[in-house]
């Protein structure tokens, strides 16, 4: 039989004498995932989705769409990564692909991001990489921390036969050669603060047209800051009409986390307070009321004012308001003056009557509860220490993960109210014949107000808590639908 194909045997009927039908057609995100388990040493994807599990990392496929462009069709690629050096929180990245049908712009985008992610794990472990997906080692000092990075690139654009030498022309024009991440990331500090102990992904694209640039960076997956970053004029080299640069990287910690210094902080605030939707770090009533900025260090005889009142205080928390910061930016409301009640010192007011406190006493001492008597009646250890808790709350906020809730919102005064409104809304709906609503807009400003007694504040109107700003802005009202309380400045 040498030369010659074997033929496979017709199907034919089913045990039950049915002729079998079609293949069933294979979802776009599954033909993603299959494409990006061919490319990932040890990968399978998971029986009835479009999730990849490898001994490195794990990658959810998703694609939202492919659109026309030209004579092609461009796939919007999405991946979720996590599992190995990157921890268990998904990190977001997008690749998009680009062949003359949906299926090949599907195939060619996970066949990229396989590439690139690949290369990246293969360089911090030490092995070449694939000729296709040049690598860049090196090490940088983030913030009195030391961080090895890794960086490849994906570029493309309209250029002729000699693109790739004119794209590198445009990249050195830029300054970075052979990637722009390295001197951005080591030179600029352009990035948060760091203090977690997974790798951080860091992701950068660059798209520039006769007149006109577009830069973005990702950080954790997510959006961040790029006020100042490549603004330097640079026109395109003769030939090119477009091009669009994309470099992905991942910073893996050599060193424990250094004490947290002052000005990392405020960068990294600075950088959130970008962010202005209502799911947001700076998008709700807790951030107006410290906007951002970080309240002035105590200098020694301060400091010792404060311990007459509380007792020692833990040593983190005391290098803490020595270096980096009194009472202002932080999570909820912002960090408050330190006063003693009891055996805690309450550190942050939450919203809807909850707060985070400070044991001082006994085995407890030093680690970090939050009293949630407004919502889920409950108090609970939430950190191991100050030190913990405020850097938790940091990376939170970069990462974008929505609102910093260590407790259960359903809990929350306003969420019942939310609730009776949209109750009756559908209720009204339903005996007039209308679709069901899914908004509470029209609402005025000031419409929720509740008051109460909270065990950190006298009895009054009380401000919410970001998890009811986020659910209310779900359901199509602004932050100001809620009256103002203590924390903001109202009086009982």
Not at 36 to 62: K, M, N, Q
Not at 65 to 87: I, K, N, P, Y
Not at 223 to 245: F, I, N, Q, R, S
Request: charge should be negative; charged fraction near 20%; hydrophobic fraction near 40%.
């Amino acid at each position: 039989m040498f030369g010659r194909r074997r033929r496979e045997p017709a199907p034919g009927p089913d045990e039950q004498g049915a002729e079998p039908g079609p293949p069933a057609p294979v979802s776009l995100d599954a033909l993603l995932a299959a494409v990006v388990a061919e490319h990932l040493d040890g990968a399978e994807v998971e029986e009835g989705t479009a999730r990849v599990v490898s001994p490195e990392v794990t990658v959810l496929c998703h694609v939202p769409g492919v659109t026309d462009l030209g004579r092609q069709r461009q796939a919007a690629c999405f991946f979720q990564l996590s599992g190995g050096r990157l921890g268990g929180t998904p990190v977001f990245t997008s690749v998009p692909g680009y062949g003359p049908s949906e299926q090949e712009a599907v195939a060619q985008g996970g066949h990229s991001l396989a590439g690139l992610v690949s290369a990246l794990l293969g360089a911090i472990d030490g092995r070449e990489p694939a000729a296709a997906h040049p690598v860049v080692r090196c090490q940088v000092e983030l913030d009195g921390r030391r961080f090895g990075l890794v960086v490849a690139g994906l570029d493309r654009g309209s250029a002729g036969p000699d693109g790739s030498a004119r794209l590198a022309e445009l990249r050195e024009a830029l300054g970075g050669t052979p990637f722009l991440l390295p001197p951005l990331i080591g030179d600029v500090g352009c990035l948060p603060l760091l203090q977690g102990d997974d790798a951080v992904l860091v992701s950068l694209f660059v798209a520039q047209w006769p007149s006109s640039r577009t830069v973005e960076l990702k950080v954790h997956g997510a959006d961040w800051t790029t006020t100042g970053l490549l603004d330097d004029p640079v026109e395109l080299p003769a030939g090119v009409e477009a091009a669009l640069l994309r470099e992905l990287a991942m910073l893996v910690p050599l060193d424990p986390p250094a004490p947290m210094r002052r000005e990392a902080v405020q960068r990294t605030l600075d950088g959130l307070s970008e962010r202005r939707a209502p799911r947001q770090a700076a998008g709700w009533q807790g951030w107006a009321v410290h906007g951002g900025r970080l309240g002035p260090v105590l200098d020694d005889e301060q400091l010792a004012a404060v311990e007459t009142g509380t007792g020692p205080l833990p040593d983190d928390v005391r290098d803490f308001l020595l270096r980096v910061a009194g009472p202002g930016a932080g999570p909820g409301y912002g960090l408050l003056p330190l006063r003693r009640v009891g055996d805690v010192v309450p550190l942050a007011h939450a919203g809807c009557g909850n707060a985070w406190v400070l044991a001082l006493e006994g085995e407890r001492r030093g680690t970090v509860w939050l009293d949630a008597s407004g919502s889920a009646g409950e108090t609970t250890q939430v950190a191991s220490s100050f030190t913990e808790w405020f850097t938790d709350w940091l990376d939170a906020a970069v990462r974008d993960t929505g609102p910093w809730l260590q407790y259960d919102v359903r809990g929350c005064s306003p969420v019942g109210v939310m609730s009776q409104v949209l109750d009756a809304r559908s209720e009204h709906a339903a005996a007039a014949g209308e679709p069901e609503p899914t908004s509470l807009a029209g609402l005025p400003d000031g419409a929720i107000c509740t008051v109460g007694d909270a065990t950190y504040l006298p009895h009054g109107p009380m401000d919410p808590c970001h998890g009811c700003v986020s659910l209310a802005g779900s359901l199509g009202l602004a932050p100001t639908v809620f009256a103002p309380g203590l924390l903001m400045g109202a009086t009982g």
